[in-house]
């Protein structure tokens, strides 16, 4: 058994049999940036992205299945006005977060040093450390080189100038999809491993891969809603693309690249490529607010065994024996509306997605087709990276236990996605179980409409692809969990996601022993109450 499978089964236990360290107590006034920063870097503006049209949130836009060239009267391809746009609303900051909820940081909240803003994209634990990155080539209309995105300023830094387009496609490999190796424009997402690890110690590389599938999630919703492509690439030559940022992979290294088609004259990518004997690489370095920087082995050997043949691509067709099950046929059935969205804008979905933190009101439960909607939604995501380039394959499924939800008997059930109706599991009030085996106290789980389960066949990804199929794992998890938000944001509703309760007990509810699923998040769905407290800091 490889590490991964190790930390996969420390991971699932952890509720029970908690992970090393466990005496790690977090140093909150040490604690590093939300954000990395270069004091010497020139940086310049991005363009304006309020004038961009809005696009309305159709339905199955939410999967992020989006066609591979323009849509109809749409953009041919990313133009600098689109990808600033998409920048801003996947992760830039939109808003300050003043609202009175149940979370621990709230006494914090008005101090400015302690401010909490919002982004498009959920982060785990409100931490964001993915770090993106902009590859141009000559197509572009900046000077070529290596750009970084500074979230704070909605800038990007300039990091190197130079094209290095090349190199990346020799990293990502002569068997990547042509898609990647006929682009000269990348979007590279790394990982900063302290600005995680700080507070969730061994936990954190979990965490980060969640990260990984909400951004990119984003993004393919972003860009379906305009007919463009997103297809991330998971496997490549890691230290490779390390060496052109210039960090050393135990600390920061890259999790996927995404390449984009640009709008204009096809690029020749063979023209581009950069002597091998001239390897340049960024010298910048981001200055760190942490005076005291800690080790975390868990971490370090599942960067290791992750990191381990990065660059030996599974082969095609690999990740269908680690494809979720289908729905048992019989059992009592319950069955749903047909899902529906109402005519709301997608900037304006992601502009309000926030995590409701207490605020969630039983007196207003939910209605059938709001929880269709949602359970279709995210049963359609994929990440469809370069190993299920089609996103035929899905390896997320479905729970949903049901406290208020108009016409749905209060239980726990199975989501079938091909009949689109419910599977009882195990019948009757949840919302004890629920509110038991959750660690915190910000959310009343009784509280919620219906709080969704998806799970992922774990170590059947690992024995379908490796150990780096962790990273894939729980990054379609992580896009899962965006789908959700979205979705109930789109439908005005309240929502929450959260890591922290007791694995095993939801494996033994929903009778999942003698199989590999497991359970990796909790996602309650629910109306919130009426006329919450709230500062309009855009005013003040």
């Known amino acids: 058994m490889r590490y991964a499978h190790e930390y996969a089964h420390a991971v699932l236990h952890r509720g029970r049999v908690p992970m090393e360290p466990t005496d790690h107590v977090v140093n909150w006034a040490d604690g590093p940036r939300k954000g990395k920063y270069y004091p010497h870097a020139e940086a310049f503006a991005l363009p304006g992205t309020e004038d961009l049209p809005d696009v309305p949130v159709a339905p199955g836009l939410l999967t992020g299945a989006g066609a591979p060239g323009g849509g109809a009267g749409g953009p041919a391809g990313f133009t600098l006005p689109l990808l600033s746009a998409m920048l801003k609303d996947s992760y830039g900051l939109t808003g300050r977060r003043l609202g009175i909820q149940a979370n621990s940081d709230l006494p914090g909240l008005p101090f400015y040093t302690h401010a909490n803003w919002s982004r498009g994209t959920a982060g785990g634990g409100g931490l964001y450390p993915m770090t993106v990155h902009w590859a141009s080539g000559p197509s572009a209309p900046v000077l ?71 951004l990119v999630q ?69 200055r760190e607010r942490s005076r005291t920087l800690l080790d975390f082995a868990s971490l370090t050997a599942m960067h290791a065994a992750t990191s381990e043949r990065a660059a030996d691509r599974p082969a095609p067709g690999a990740l269908t024996a680690a494809a979720a099950l289908p729905v048992g046929a019989g059992g009592v ?44 939604a995210c049963a359609g995501t994929r990440l469809a990276g370069d190993t299920d380039p089609t996103g035929d394959i899905r390896l997320a499924r479905l729970y949903v236990f049901v406290n208020h939800v108009e016409g749905v008997e209060p239980g726990a059930y199975a989501y079938d ?68 938000y979205l979705a109930a944001s789109a439908l005005g509703l309240g929502a929450g996601v959260a890591l922290g309760f007791d694995n095993v007990s939801f494996v033994e509810r929903l009778e999942l022993s003698g199989g590999d699923e497991a359970p990796l998040l909790i996602m309650a769905l629910g109306h919130e109450r009426p006329g919450p407290a709230d500062f309009r800091h855009d005013i003040a």
């Open 218 to 286: 984003t993004w393919r919703i972003w860009g379906a809603a305009r007919g463009l492509r997103i297809a991330p690439v998971l496997w490549f030559d890691e230290p490779a693309l390390n060496e052109i940022l210039g960090v050393t992979g135990e600390e920061e290294t890259v999790f996927a690249v995404v390449p984009l088609h640009w709008d204009g004259p096809a690029p020749r990518p063979d023209t581009a490529r950069t002597d091998p004997r001239h390897r340049p690489r960024v010298r910048h370095r981001d």
């Open 417 to 484: 996605p091909d009949r689109g109706d419910l599977r009882l599991v195990a019948e009757g009030p949840q919302g004890a179980f629920l509110q038991r085996n959750y660690f915190l106290a910000n959310y009343n789980l009784e509280q919620a409409g219906a709080v969704l389960v998806p799970t992922v066949r774990t170590t059947a990804v690992l024995d379908a692809v490796g150990d780096r199929g962790y990273r894939l794992a729980v990054g379609t998890a992580g896009a899962v969990s965006q789908t959700f």
């Open 333 to 376: 059935r319950t069955p749903l509306p047909a899902p529906a969205f109402p005519d709301t804008g997608l900037r304006r979905t992601l502009r309000e997605r926030r995590s409701s933190f207490g605020r969630f009101d039983a007196r207003r439960p939910v209605g059938a087709g709001s929880l269709s909607a949602v359970l279709a």
């Open 144 to 214: 070529p080189g290596l750009h970084h995105y500074d979230v704070h300023r909605h800038a990007l830094t300039r990091l190197l100038a130079g094209d290095v387009t090349g190199r990346i496609r020799d990293a990502l490999g002569p068997d990547a999809p042509a898609e990647a190796l006929d682009s000269d424009q990348y979007l590279i997402l790394g990982v900063k491993y302290w600005q995680n690890s700080f507070k969730y110690n061994s936990f954190s590389f979990h965490v980060v891969c969640t990260d990984l599938g909400t």
